[in-house]
């Protein structure tokens, strides 16, 4: 029984990204005097969030029934969207309606960004991107920012990279990965137009077809060499971050070194498209599959023909990691019906790439600051690295589910108050979570650097 004096705030979406948020705000609840109503399509995974905490309800929850969504946004005190980001718009609408506070992981869509008018007159507050990346990477690229700047600093160079990864102790295969989070963003990473970004003062774009080849190189102290490569438009940022006139703005995604390379291999074969069906894939045998992409010959050997089309030899580790894949199987199906090259491509590394029970996961983070102060050209480069507690308690749930909790009792408790759709660069947001974040494990480490500019050429 909900109690009349309780807050109660309203979770939709009790996936995998929602066991740290839920469990924060349980541990903060009878302080705090919080109710979590939880709701998902799936009542018994709600049920299973809840934790059988005297403070926490679970309800089957359709976000397309407009009635019942109404109903239970009417009773919270602030909402929590965990949908998938195109879900947040009908939510938002009824938040305004019926004036609660709303708060999300995800980007702000133009359709949610139209509503800022709408949520500052009722005095609102649509705080999105508070979680991992959107949200724990602006906050700390904010604070170091705004360092710099009240010290009279002119910001030079910012580099952002994020990842998410396996943890070393789990790191059992040749591509030293394996999905900590939706498979199929993986496989699609990158598609859909040129990577953007400024490097002293040069505008770059990178095609899709050499992304996974124009990469940099970092490194973090305790766990070795990583690359990255170039998301697909860094320069909406400038505005962001205040960067307009920054001569370099690059963000990137993190792997370990040698993934880039042996990924560009499907990119090249044409495996990444999911732009058209392939015809009969349900019977296809994986090895099938990866004939349909090499030219015929009447003797050649699929494994011949692969290598000379790439120009790997068999001693090639590149050949090795292709190998280890299983890609040339004879006996195991594809088993999906009408699917693209990617969603094919997707099963095949599921097999291999899907983590064990008790696999970890690893979330790497670095920043590079270049300015100028007191005349003198500087560098600061900030790393955070957060490793899973198990499956549940992951590295990924814990660094986008915090965020999102402690926002939410931000806002709750009037600490945060400035109204608007909005997202994590100002102080009263990005100060208390940065400081609590380093509680649970998610601390940033600066430290001063010779200025060298920019890096990927």
Excluded at 71 to 77: L, P, R, V, W
Excluded at 82 to 102: G, S
Excluded at 132 to 142: N, R, T, V
């Amino acid at each position: 029984m909900i109690q009349s004096n309780h807050r109660t705030i309203l979770i939709i979406g009790a996936g995998r990204s929602a066991s740290s948020l839920i469990r924060y705000l349980l541990e903060k609840s009878d302080e705090e005097n919080l109710h979590l109503v939880i709701g998902d399509l799936s009542l018994k995974l709600a049920q299973k969030k809840t934790l059988n905490h005297p403070n926490a309800s679970a309800i089957a929850l359709d976000v397309f029934d407009e009635s019942q969504r109404k109903q239970n946004i009417q009773k919270a005190d602030i909402v929590i969207s965990m949908l998938p980001a195109h879900l947040h718009i009908e939510v938002a609408r009824d938040c305004i309606l019926y004036k609660k506070h709303l708060v999300t992981a995800s980007y702000i869509s133009n359709e949610m960004q139209a509503l800022d008018s709408q949520v500052k007159a009722n005095n609102l507050i649509f705080m999105n991107e508070i979680g991992l990346d959107p949200g724990i990477d602006h906050m700390s690229a904010m604070k170091v920012i705004d360092e710099v700047r009240e010290k009279g600093g002119k910001m030079l160079l910012f580099e952002s990279f994020c990842g998410g990864l396996v943890a070393p102790e789990s790191d059992t295969n040749l591509w030293n990965y394996k999905f900590t989070w939706a498979p199929r963003n993986v496989v699609l990473a990158g598609q859909g137009g040129s990577a953007k970004f400024i490097q002293e003062g040069a505008y770059k774009y990178i095609p899709y077809c050499n992304l996974f080849r124009r990469t940099e190189f970092l490194a973090v102290e305790g766990y070795g060499k990583f690359e990255a490569y170039p998301n697909r438009d860094s320069l909406k940022y400038r505005s962001v971050y205040g960067l307009d006139d920054v001569l370099t703005l690059y963000r990137g995604t993190i792997r370990r070194v040698g993934f880039s390379k042996a990924w560009h291999m499907f990119v090249q074969l044409g495996m990444t498209d999911d732009s058209y069906t392939m015809e009969n894939s349900e019977n296809m045998t994986y090895r099938q599959y990866v004939n349909s992409f090499l030219p015929y010959h009447p003797t050649d050997s699929v494994e011949i023909k692969m290598r000379l089309i790439l120009k790997i030899d068999p001693d090639d580790i590149m050949w090795d990691k292709l190998v280890e894949l299983d890609l040339f199987s004879r006996t195991k199906k594809v088993g999906l019906k009408n699917a693209t090259p990617a969603q094919i491509l997707e099963k095949i590394l599921s097999d291999s790439w899907t983590l064990k029970p008790t696999d970890k996961d690893m979330i790497v983070m670095y920043h590079k600051f270049g300015f100028e102060l007191y005349g003198k050209k500087q560098q600061i480069d900030s790393k955070m690295v957060c490793i899973g507690d198990d499956q549940t308690y992951t590295a990924m749930a814990k660094t986008v589910g915090l965020p999102l909790a402690m926002a939410s009792l931000l806002i709750l408790n009037k600490k945060i108050t400035t109204p608007g759709v909005q997202l994590p660069i100002h102080k009263e947001v990005y100060q208390p979570i940065l400081k609590e974040l380093e509680n649970y494990g998610v601390i940033f480490h600066e430290e001063y650097m010779p200025y060298f500019g920019y890096q990927l050429q």
